[in-house]
Structure formats: C-alpha cells, structure tokens
C-alpha cells in the first residue's frame, strides 16, 4: 500500500505516545517462558517479528515460517535444536532466506545438534532433529550478527553442565548480548563475560514459584520521534512510555546522540519527555553505530532533513539486515536529492540545502525504511511505498503520527 504523507506540521499540544514493548526483550522472554513456562511477561511487544515467535513457541507443526524476524530464526533454531524428539523444518521471506545463519548452525553442531541445510548453505530454511546436547564449549565468530550468540545464552541454562562461549573477532552489537545476559541473571542464572569467554550455569527451574518480567519499551521504535523532534522549531515537546534510564536497550544512546541535533531527554517515572531546546550547533555529525546499528537510518535521514553532513560508521551488519540498508539509504536519499557514499561499513552524507519534492520512497520490506523516511514530511510531500512494513516491529506507527499531525492518505 502507498501512502502519501502531505507536508505536516505537528499539533500544538502533543498526546502522550504510547510504544509497544521492545521486541528485542520481547522475543528472548518468550523464548525463555517456554524453557520456564512459570515466567510471566508483562508489556509483550504486539509486533509481527514477537507475534511469530509466540506463535512458532505454541505450534506443533512441523513446518515453522519465521517470515521476516530475524531475532526469532536465530532463536528458534537453538531452541528446536534441544527439543528431543521433535523434527522440523524452519523457513522465512525470501529475504531470509539469504540472511546467513552458517556461524549459529555450526556452534550448534559442534555443541551436539543435528541441522542440515534445505537449500543453500549456509542460509535457511533448516532442518532440525532435536536432540539432547552433549557438549558445553564451542568457539564461534562475534563480528557478523550477535544474534548467534543471544540464541545460544538464551538455551544455555539448560543444557546439562550449561555453556562456555568463546568469541573470536570484533564482538558487533554488544549491548544485545549484554541484554540476554542481564534477562537470564533476572530470572536467577549466573553468567560472566570476561574478555571474549562468556559462560553460563545451568538453572532448572526457576528459584520463585512465579517471576513477573516487564519488557520496556521499544527504543528503536522511539528513534523516529527523535528524528521528529530534532526537525521541527524550537520548543516542541514530546512525551513517550514506557521508558527508563537503565535501560538494557543499547538504542537508548539516542538520548546522548540527539543532544547534537539539540534534543534534550528528560527522564520521567516511566516515560521520557523529548524538547526540542536549540537549533544544531553542529555542521557535521560522526557516529560509531557498531553497539547500535539500528539507529543508522534514522539518524541519516535526520541530518539529511536538517541540511548536516554525517560519517556514519560501525555498519558492517546492515548489508545482512531486512535488506542491504546502505545500498538501500544511498538509492532513497539520491532519490531526494542528496550525495551519499557508502562502504562496507560506512556511509558519508554530504550537506544539502533543498530536498526534492513529492518524491516516493521504496522499503525494501524494511519496517526501517518506512519509519526513518516518514518524519521528511514535516519538510516536504513524500510517498512511502508497502507502507505497512511497519507492523515488523510498530503495528501503530502511523496512527501514531496521524495523531500528532501528520497529514497522511492511501
Ligand atoms: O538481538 C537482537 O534483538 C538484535 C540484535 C541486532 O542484530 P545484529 O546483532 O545482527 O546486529 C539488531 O540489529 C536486531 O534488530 C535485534
Ligand atoms: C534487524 C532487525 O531485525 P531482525 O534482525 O530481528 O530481523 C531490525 O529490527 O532492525
């Protein structure tokens, strides 16, 4: 569906937004509920990517399609490896199936699973023999996707004598596997993570008869109001929940990156409050995204918004995400207007001072890209292609702009 978003400026007094929970939390609580089923979560994200993964934890089919959810391939392909006695087939988008899954495959073989490659290797769809583990120390590369990891801490705990992962390279994403960490020490399991050696005991069960775990909200979701924020006047307010500044989402390192684009952060109870409190001072913005590749598409497309340049880097991993994100913020932001180089890991954006009129942005099937563009309509007409991407991790994204002004059609 193309939605047209109409030059907008936003209402004078803001509603209070509030964004479903993280999906990142999300996924690894409910992929910990089924090896603890006395788990209680509160504050589930409604997003497609947690929706499949509550529903391939439930099913007892023996075909199980992830579609396009990253977090939940990852996941489940630990899990059903443990399962014994169970035999599946998971598969996705044709998107996943060239997303690599080879380093998490191969730790988990070497662990004692038994997975095979349907089609290409290296990449899903998978076959799955569910077996008991035997063995509880394997090696694995950390420089592609640090959801290879998650996965294996996430089933950690109950394998028999638990696990000891050794990191090999540069560890990418590091706040998600601190994260998994953080969610399994909640729960009661001891880990450590000492130079690249991670380990983690095993737990049977859960110490208290019933655990309640609240998912904050979703920071990458959020990245967008920032980005909202950051291009209109002067003095616009915002307020967001559920949000807090312990948060174990490295994403919330908006709050310090925005402060350049003269965002200022205030910490509330449970929400945050977002003020536009002065122009950018800067011309130029740098940024090292390695522990928050997220965020990357959003932050180009506000200091193209704002006329800045930027040197993004640290974005080795977009080129394996939704779709390749660099190829994919290059060809968009020609399109209106601006210059833009990309590396393998990098992309430089070059100040410009107009911004093309009317012009229509395509997605790639990444909620990102929908999400990261749409905020341009406070500067110019634009139209956003498959717009309904967004339910990947935002179901209520554009009825939340309509509601702060947005002027939005099919
Ligand atoms: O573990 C997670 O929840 C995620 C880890 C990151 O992936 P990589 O480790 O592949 O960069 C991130 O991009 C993704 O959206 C969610
Ligand atoms: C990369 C993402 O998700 P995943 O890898 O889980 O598909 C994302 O949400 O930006």
Redesign the pocket.
């Known amino acids: 569906m193309l939605f047209t978003l109409h030059k907008s400026t936003l209402l004078e007094t803001l509603p209070n937004i509030v964004i479903t929970g993280s999906?990142s939390e999300s996924n690894r609580l409910l992929l910990l509920q089924a090896l603890y089923p006395e788990l209680k979560i509160e504050n589930v994200s409604n997003s497609d990517?947690s929706e499949v993964m509550q529903k391939a934890l439930a099913s007892t089919s023996n075909l199980i399609d992830v579609s396009?959810?990253?977090?939940?391939m990852r996941f489940l392909t630990a899990f059903f490896a443990t399962q014994e006695g169970r035999e599946i087939v998971i598969t996705g988008s044709t998107r996943m199936k060239e997303r690599p899954i080879q380093v998490l495959v191969e730790a988990l073989n070497a662990l004692g699973a038994d997975i095979s490659y349907l089609e290409n290797e290296g990449c899903p769809p998978l076959q799955i023999k569910g077996k008991s583990l035997t063995n509880d120390k394997v090696t694995l590369k950390a420089n592609v996707s640090s959801?290879y990891i998650s996965a294996l801490l996430l089933i950690a705990p109950k394998l028999k004598n638990g696990l000891e992962l050794t990191l090999e390279g540069e560890i990418t994403s590091v706040p998600y596997i601190n994260m998994t960490l953080n969610l399994l020490n909640q729960i009661g399991v001891k880990t450590t993570f000492e130079n690249n050696i991670i380990t983690v005991h095993p737990l049977e069960k859960l110490n208290q008869q019933q655990q309640v775990l609240t998912v904050e909200s979703d920071w990458?979701s959020v990245s967008y109001f920032y980005s909202i924020v950051a291009l209109s006047p002067v003095g616009t307010k915002i307020n967001l929940s559920y949000y807090k500044k312990d948060s174990l989402q490295g994403d919330s390192v908006l709050a310090s990156i925005y402060t350049d684009f003269g965002v200022i952060t205030t910490f509330n109870e449970n929400s945050i409050t977002l003020l536009k409190a002065t122009e950018s001072q800067l011309r130029s913005i740098d940024c090292q995204l390695q522990n928050a590749?997220?965020i990357a598409q959003t932050i180009a497309v506000t200091c193209f918004g704002l006329g800045l340049s930027c040197h993004l880097t640290g974005l080795h991993t977009l080129k394996i995400?939704?779709t390749d994100r660099l190829v994919a913020l290059k060809t968009e932001l020609e399109k209106l207007g601006a210059r833009v180089d990309i590396t393998n890991e990098a992309l430089q954006l070059y100040a410009s001072a107009q911004i093309k009129d009317s012009v229509s942005i395509a997605t790639y099937h990444d909620?990102?890209m929908a999400m990261a563009f749409a905020p341009l309509a406070l500067k110019t007409n634009l139209h956003i292609e498959d717009a309904m991407v967004v339910s990947?991790?935002y179901p209520a994204f554009w009825d939340d702009l309509k509601s702060i002004g947005f002027k939005i059609s099919e």
């Open positions: 999906k990517d396009h959810a990253g977090t939940a959801q990458s590749p997220d995400k939704e909620h990102r990947k991790s």
